[in-house]
């Protein structure tokens, strides 16, 4: 399909996916919600070829200012997301796709503000760059709504209490790139016109390795978070358990010793 409000770049192993809003600082609307990143990532999720998934955001000002809220007023609805007689809570959350299986590598480069909805992807992406002037906070309570969703998803990264302030302050004040860093919201910063090429430097990095493997010990440290520490290693001692009958567990160490670069057996 052509996408209106989403750019698709695939480039070998790496796929850039860039919400293309600038015109409303991308903010998400039902189109995105419910059409176009669900497509992309059902598409990136089928290619055997895609690797790593990096999403960005169109311009410079801003990453993601959440839902489109004149779609709310036009509307009714947040993105015309469903109740939840309609399913799990998180089948509207555009990070819905992250809490389906999807177990390729998700690289979020932060170009700008990032606030409410838009703090799915912080919250939910593997790993977090950011620009250096890109600021993250949440205006839900300030417009009438609820801040719970991305709130319980940041509580995976940063302290309870710097979550509660975001909430709190609805946006009066802004969370800094270093002060983000610190917290564990971001893994690095850099300047706003290297963001891109230094998630593609990563990304190209990550493609090099077993997609099997990345695969798995993805899903087993995401599973610790969900589950805890006893039943989280169990979960990964089942991941490591049922890889030693993947190609890639001999193809790595026999690689190694023949000093050659490994052939990675792709599903």
Same mark, same amino acid.
């Given at each position: 399909?052509?996408?209106?409000?989403?750019?698709?770049?695939?480039?070998?192993?790496?796929?850039?996916?860039?919400?293309?809003?600038?015109?409303?600082?991308?903010?998400?609307?039902?189109?995105?919600?419910?059409?176009?990143?669900?497509?992309?990532?059902r598409?990136?999720?089928?290619?055997?070829?895609?690797? +790593?998934?990096?999403?960005?955001?169109?311009?410079?000002?801003?990453?993601?200012?959440?839902?489109?809220?004149?779609?709310?007023?036009?509307?009714?609805?947040?993105? $015309?997301? &469903?109740?939840?007689?309609?399913?799990?809570?998180?089948?509207?959350?555009?990070?819905?796709?992250?809490?389906?299986?999807?177990?390729?590598?998700?690289?979020?480069?932060?170009?700008?503000?990032?606030? $409410?909805?838009?703090?799915?992807?912080?919250?939910d992406?593997?790993?977090?760059?950011?620009?250096?002037?890109?600021?993250?906070?949440?205006?839900?309570?300030?417009?009438?709504? +609820?801040?719970?969703?991305?709130?319980?998803?940041l509580?995976?990264?940063?302290?309870?209490? &710097?979550?509660?302030?975001?909430?709190?302050?609805?946006?009066?004040? %802004?969370?800094?790139?270093?002060?983000?860093?610190?917290?564990?919201?971001?893994?690095?910063?850099?300047?706003?016109?290297?963001?891109?090429?230094?998630a593609?430097?990563?990304?190209?990095?990550?493609?090099?390795?077993?997609?099997?493997?990345?695969?798995?010990?993805? %899903?087993?440290?995401?599973?610790?978070? !969900?589950?805890?520490?006893?039943?989280?290693?169990? %979960?990964?001692? %089942? &991941?490591?358990?049922? #890889?030693?009958?993947?190609?890639?567990?001999? &193809?790595?160490?026999?690689?190694?010793? !023949?000093k050659?670069?490994?052939?990675? #057996? +792709?599903?």
């Amino acid at each position: 399909m052509t996408y209106t409000d989403l750019l698709w770049e695939k480039d070998g192993h790496v796929l850039t996916l860039t919400l293309n809003r600038p015109e409303r600082h991308n903010a998400l609307n039902a189109n995105l919600l419910k059409v176009e990143l669900p497509d992309a990532f059902r598409r990136a999720r089928e290619d055997i070829e895609i690797r +790593v998934v990096i999403v960005t955001g169109a311009g410079e000002r801003a990453f993601c200012s959440g839902a489109d809220l004149k779609d709310t007023a036009a509307t009714g609805s947040i993105g $015309g997301t &469903e109740g939840p007689a309609q399913g799990p809570y998180y089948r509207s959350t555009p990070t819905a796709f992250l809490h389906e299986g999807f177990d390729k590598p998700v690289l979020v480069a932060v170009n700008g503000m990032c606030l $409410g909805a838009g703090l799915h992807f912080v919250a939910d992406g593997d790993l977090v760059l950011a620009a250096e002037h890109a600021t993250f906070f949440d205006t839900h309570v300030r417009v009438g709504q +609820v801040f719970a969703l991305e709130a319980i998803g940041l509580l995976r990264r940063m302290p309870f209490g &710097e979550v509660m302030k975001m909430m709190l302050v609805s946006g009066t004040e %802004r969370m800094d790139a270093p002060t983000a860093q610190r917290l564990g919201l971001v893994s690095e910063i850099s300047a706003g016109k290297d963001l891109l090429a230094r998630a593609r430097e990563i990304a190209a990095t990550i493609a090099q390795f077993s997609p099997a493997t990345i695969a798995a010990s993805k %899903r087993a440290m995401w599973a610790a978070l !969900e589950h805890g520490l006893t039943d989280g290693l169990e %979960r990964g001692w %089942r &991941e490591i358990y049922q #890889h030693w009958t993947h190609p890639d567990y001999l &193809e790595g160490p026999r690689a190694f010793a !023949e000093k050659r670069p490994p052939r990675w #057996h +792709v599903d």
